[in-house]
């Protein structure tokens, strides 16, 4: 029995055989995790009240903390979490009920909360916070508690996002044997 991945209510997480979880780490319910995504050690994803999904090529580093807002009858959607294709989320991030587009880094220690919609290439700076509801415009980045546009990216920093992800790609098949 592998007891890093967990059934919850009857729903087991859905792991594609290219991903890698570390057996420190501790996905339950209803998660997704794409082609060659990675979960790094103690990195928490619970799909418990609402689904949970990590795309292609992205990466759930060290201490992560992801989930979710629940269903209700006011609110029949809640909050899901949806990670788009080759993102990095740093080490110790919160992500809560939020939507994250390609091509994204989460810098360390940042927060993004409920609704929250970060376009694709961002570069949410360590330490952010993400408020309820605010999107993050493409291009851009955003750096404060709360966030802030700081600055249009450079095309080498865009470029970096995907670089990121397929080193994150490679350091996973190395930790796989």
């Known amino acids: 029995m592998n007891h890093n991945l967990r059934s919850f209510d009857g729903i087991t997480p859905n792991v594609a055989a290219s991903a890698y979880i570390d057996p420190a780490a501790v996905v339950i319910g209803e998660v997704t995790l794409e082609k ?12 418990d009240v609402n689904s949970i999904t990590i795309g292609e090529g992205s990466n759930v580093q060290d201490f992560a903390m992801l989930h979710v807002s629940h269903k209700k009858e006011s609110d029949p959607l809640g909050a899901p979490l949806v990670i788009g294709k080759h993102v990095t989320i740093g080490h110790h991030v919160t992500l809560h009920g939020c939507t994250i587009d390609d091509e994204v880094l989460v810098g360390i220690g940042s927060i993004v909360l409920d609704r929250a ?9 360590a330490g952010s916070l993400v408020p309820p509801g605010k999107r993050l415009e493409s291009g851009h980045l ?29 350091l996973m098949n190395k930790h796989k044997g």
Do not use: M, Q
């Open 117 to 125: 919609h970060i376009e694709k290439h961002v570069l949410v700076g």
């Open 142 to 170: 955003y750096l404060g508690n709360p966030v802030k546009k700081v600055r249009a990216l450079t095309a080498d920093e865009i470029a970096y996002f995907k670089y990121s992800a397929e080193h994150y790609v490679r």
């Open 36 to 47: 060659d995504s990675s979960v790094w050690p103690y990195a928490v994803i619970r799909g």
